[in-house]
């Protein structure tokens, strides 16, 4: 079955404590993404990778990192993570990184920090 | 810059009454425009998506317009099921990104 999977679903964490957020594709897709989840603001982009070791940043991509070693996998790292990074976090892929891409979402990790 | 606006929520109608939920958009050049649905406890999904002007996007009873004039893509069904209760996201895409930019979401809830 094609789809996006990430690990954990629940996290809840202390402030300071490092913590990764794994992302995984099975459908061979060049294009990956992250994106927050907040009420009242939607989705916004954290971080984008359009290919193996091509990674940029989105709209909010303080407070996070990003690797892109294999073509399946984008894991998202906060280094020291802070309340204000609670929230809703989502994992995207997509065959192209153009407008035209439809994109395909993980399950979503919700995260609380405490 | 790009934004999406959806109307507010949440908005509760009763089994097999007409949906309407607004979104104007504003964006330069030509974006793709897209509904996401989202479940409760789920990812979001593609509803639909159109990709010019004029075009309508259509799935599952759902349907938008690509409205250049208004910039607007209006999702509406006929007749909503207690099914249908969810998360409604409005989506652009435009540039070489690949970034979504969305609207702050609608919640539908439809009772029997």
């Known amino acids: 079955e094609a789809q996006v999977t990430q690990n954990p679903r629940y996290l809840i964490t202390v402030t300071g404590k490092k913590l990764t957020v794994t992302c995984s594709q099975n459908?061979?897709?060049?294009?990956m993404s992250w994106y927050r989840q907040d009420p009242g603001l939607g989705l916004r982009q954290i971080y984008y990778?359009?290919?193996?070791?091509?990674?940029d940043k989105g709209d909010v991509p303080e407070g996070y990192k990003v690797s892109r070693k294999e073509k399946r996998n984008f894991p998202l790292i906060l280094e020291s993570p802070s309340p204000n990074q609670t929230s809703l976090y989502f994992c995207?892929?997509?065959?192209?990184?153009?407008?035209?891409?439809?994109?395909?979402f993980g399950p979503g990790t919700r995260l609380t920090v405490l | 810059g790009d934004s999406v606006t959806q109307m507010e929520g949440p908005v509760t109608l009763s089994e097999e009454a007409f949906l309407t939920i607004n979104c104007t958009y504003t964006?330069?050049?030509?974006?793709?425009l897209f509904w996401y649905v989202q479940y409760p406890g789920e990812g979001l999904q593609l509803l639909l998506k159109?990709?010019?002007?004029?075009d309508k996007g259509s799935n599952k009873g759902f349907e938008a317009t690509y409205r250049k004039e208004t910039t607007s893509f209006h999702l509406e069904k006929g007749s909503v099921q207690v099914s249908d209760s969810a998360v409604y996201f409005c989506?652009?895409?435009?540039?070489?990104?690949?970034?979504?930019?969305f609207g702050q979401g609608t919640t539908l809830q439809v009772k029997p």
């Open positions: 995207a892929s997509s065959s192209s990184g153009g407008p035209l891409g439809t994109q395909y």
């Open positions: 459908m061979n897709h060049e294009y």
């Open positions: 990778s359009m290919n193996v070791e091509v990674t």
């Open positions: 964006a330069t050049g030509y974006p793709s």
């Open positions: 159109a990709t010019k002007a004029d």
């Open positions: 989506a652009l895409s435009g540039g070489n990104t690949g970034k979504l930019i």
